[in-house]
């Protein structure tokens, strides 16, 4: 089960450095979401995957599941999820703007 979560989070980081290459700042926006689906994905398959088990320690479990990386995975999911709004509120205000999102043509020329 982690070999195949480890290798479904090096797709979604693939495809998500992919769309960061692109010239369109929607494409960006989406890599970046895909970027850090990949890396919770990731961080999940470090916290080694157990089925059934407690959380918590008590008196008489000896196998229990490590809570810290659900942790770190629910306050990145929040982060990422006001940085992905942000952008996209950003993409949607540069694009009215300049009435395009390629960013060679926001780039702009030397004799401007």
Request: glycine content about 8%; overall charge negative; cysteine-free.
């Amino acid at each position: 089960m982690e070999i195949i979560i480890s290798i479904l989070a090096g797709v979604l980081i693939t495809t998500g450095i992919y769309n960061l290459l692109q010239k369109q700042f929607l494409r960006i926006v989406i890599g970046t979401v895909l970027l850090s689906h990949g890396a919770h994905l990731f961080i999940l398959t470090m916290g080694k995957l157990k089925r059934g088990q407690p959380p918590i320690l008590t008196d008489g479990v000896t196998d229990y599941t490590d809570p810290l990386p659900q942790a770190l995975i629910l306050t990145s999911i929040v982060i990422s999820f006001g940085i992905t709004s942000l952008l996209l509120v950003l993409a949607y205000r540069t694009a009215r703007e300049n009435n395009t999102d390629n960013m060679e043509e926001l780039r702009g020329t030397e004799n401007e």
